[in-house]
Protein backbone atom coordinates (compact mmCIF):
# COMPACT_ATOMS: atom_id res chain seq x y z
CA UNK A 1 0.00 0.00 0.00
CA UNK A 2 1.39 3.58 -0.92
CA UNK A 3 0.77 6.40 1.42
CA UNK A 4 1.41 10.14 1.45
CA UNK A 5 1.30 12.83 4.17
CA UNK A 6 1.83 16.57 3.27
CA UNK A 7 3.86 18.61 6.34
CA UNK A 8 4.68 22.21 6.12
CA UNK A 9 6.48 23.87 8.32
CA UNK A 10 6.57 20.61 10.78
CA UNK A 11 2.50 20.81 10.59
CA UNK A 12 1.07 17.61 9.22
CA UNK A 13 -2.03 18.47 6.85
CA UNK A 14 -4.43 16.03 6.91
CA UNK A 15 -5.41 14.85 3.01
CA UNK A 16 -8.29 13.34 2.00
CA UNK A 17 -8.44 10.07 -0.26
CA UNK A 18 -8.94 12.08 -3.46
CA UNK A 19 -5.60 14.40 -2.91
CA UNK A 20 -3.98 11.46 -2.04
CA UNK A 21 -5.20 9.15 -4.83
CA UNK A 22 -4.17 12.82 -7.26
CA UNK A 23 -0.41 13.20 -5.37
CA UNK A 24 0.73 9.65 -5.39
CA UNK A 25 -0.30 9.18 -9.19
CA UNK A 26 1.35 12.34 -10.04
CA UNK A 27 4.52 11.84 -8.34
CA UNK A 28 4.71 7.84 -8.66
CA UNK A 29 4.35 8.76 -12.31
CA UNK A 30 7.02 11.62 -12.72
CA UNK A 31 9.01 9.58 -10.64
CA UNK A 32 8.99 6.46 -12.34
CA UNK A 33 9.56 8.30 -15.69
CA UNK A 34 12.91 9.01 -15.03
CA UNK A 35 15.91 6.78 -16.48
CA UNK A 36 17.61 4.26 -14.13
CA UNK A 37 14.54 4.16 -11.12
CA UNK A 38 12.96 0.60 -11.44
CA UNK A 39 9.33 -0.38 -9.96
CA UNK A 40 10.81 -1.77 -7.11
CA UNK A 41 11.23 1.40 -4.88
CA UNK A 42 10.66 1.92 -1.63
CA UNK A 43 10.58 5.50 -0.70
CA UNK A 44 10.04 8.94 -2.58
CA UNK A 45 11.52 11.57 -0.65
CA UNK A 46 10.49 15.22 -2.41
CA UNK A 47 12.23 18.44 -0.17
CA UNK A 48 11.02 21.95 -1.27
CA UNK A 49 12.61 24.79 0.69
CA UNK A 50 11.43 28.32 -0.08
Given at each position: MVNI?????QKEIPL???VK???????V???KSLRGI???WKEIKIRINK
Amino acid sequence: MVNIELIIDQKEIPLNDFVKKILIGMLVGAVKSLRGITDDWKEIKIRINK
